[in-house]
């Protein structure tokens, strides 16, 4: 520690723990304009300069989260940052998660729902973030926060949305690529496969009891039931299908239009035989919603905002939940022999390549549609041709 106590080594991190409150200048001349500042709880590097001709003081990180070398390479990227049109509009991480938004919206990169659902996570898990300046957040506190995340899945759903954030900035990003590494989300087992686990003289393969816990519920409610039915059938999302509304749907095509999914992508599939079976003997619904539902708090006509899982009939232990009829859906495409993407164009997934005129030539091919296909399995493990 230098005698002058305003003057410390900026390159000495026991002189800088050892620093009492106060502001500190390098001890030297290779940080100018650069302030250590030592308060009660924390420490900070500060900046007071001209940047691009207007004199600024700027907060550039804090210690020992930042070696001085560090926090002042964070001067030029406030340079940057103000030196940009665009950017000196962004205060915060929040005004740049807004300007994602309008663009992936106006570009239909992600639907609203989806969007929506990011902010959530970003305000849970990332409000400290999101509440300051672009050029302050660095990768550790970006690692910080997703560290404290106890589900991954959302570590991934948070990452990503910071990313985008921080895309819409001419700014280096703290999220740099292989800088931050997260642990790859599980592949959750089904309900079902936990089931057969429990007893194991269950065959998994038979899935007469899923299909009985579905109808069961179609006994109880009609529509929630059928609402089971096109997402066993269809690997659909679940959102998607309990917003369906009838516009969307072609019976006598046996077509279903997905408008706006998780992904920001429309789409035309083809359905089955049992699905179409199933929506026509709904079909007398007065409501433009295909499972309409009364708001308790409004008392207005909206679609089924969700579906509990369903359990055993027998036993009543849970066996399948909304998402459990991706994956099902998916094993029986598999047996069906069909490729990835025609599964994954099915689903309504946008990482499926091809189109309406890839799925013809498929269906050409074989002499099948491929809904038709893996319908086939699906009545076979279920052991029924349902009757509506």
């Known amino acids: 520690m230098n005698g002058n106590r305003n003057l410390v080594n900026f390159n000495s991190v026991p002189d800088l723990r050892k620093a009492a409150i106060g502001t500190y200048a390098h001890d030297g001349d290779r940080f100018p304009n650069m302030k250590f500042r030592v308060g009660k709880t924390k420490r900070s590097w500060t900046y007071r300069g001209r940047i691009n001709g207007k004199f600024k003081s700027v907060v550039l990180g804090t210690f020992p989260d930042l070696t ?63 509440d300051t300046s672009p050029t302050r957040v660095s990768t550790m506190n970006v690692r910080d926060c997703l560290n404290e995340i106890e589900s991954v899945a959302t570590r991934h759903h948070v990452k990503a949305a910071l990313s985008s954030a921080f895309s819409m900035l001419d700014i280096t990003t703290p999220i740099q690529r292989g800088k931050i590494k997260l642990a790859p989300v599980g592949d959750r087992a089904t309900l079902w496969e936990e089931y057969c686990k429990r007893h194991p003289d269950q065959d998994p393969e038979d899935w007469s009891p899923i299909w009985n816990a579905i109808m069961a519920q179609r006994e109880r409610n009609v529509l929630r039931g059928t609402a089971w039915i096109v997402m066993f059938f269809t690997g659909i999302r679940s959102e998607d299908v309990r917003e369906l509304e009838w516009s969307q749907v072609n019976l006598q095509r046996g077509e279903i239009e997905l408008i706006q999914t998780k992904s920001g992508i429309d789409r035309t599939i083809s359905i089955c035989d049992t699905v179409v079976r199933a929506l026509t003997a709904i079909q007398q619904s007065d409501s433009k919603f295909v499972f309409p539902t009364t708001s308790t708090k409004t008392g207005e006509t909206i679609h089924l905002d969700h579906l509990d899982r369903l359990k055993h009939p027998d036993n009543r232990e849970p066996i399948l939940r909304q998402h459990d009829t991706r994956k099902h859906f998916q094993e029986a495409s598999n047996e069906a022999m069909l490729p990835e993407n025609v599964m994954l164009f099915l689903r309504g997934d946008k990482s499926a390549k091809g189109g309406q005129k890839m799925l013809l030539k498929y269906t050409r091919r074989v002499g099948k549609t491929a809904p038709a296909m893996i319908e086939e399995v699906i009545l076979e493990r279920i052991k029924v041709t349902p009757a509506f």
């Open 68 to 130: 001085a070398a560090q926090a002042f390479k964070r001067i030029e990227k406030e340079k940057v940052h103000h030196g940009n049109e665009a950017t000196t509009k962004v205060a915060t991480v929040r005004d740049a998660w807004g300007k994602y938004r309008i663009d992936a919206r106006a570009n239909k990169r992600a639907s609203e729902k989806h969007l929506d659902d990011l902010e959530r996570k970003l305000d849970a898990y990332a409000s400290t973030i999101l």
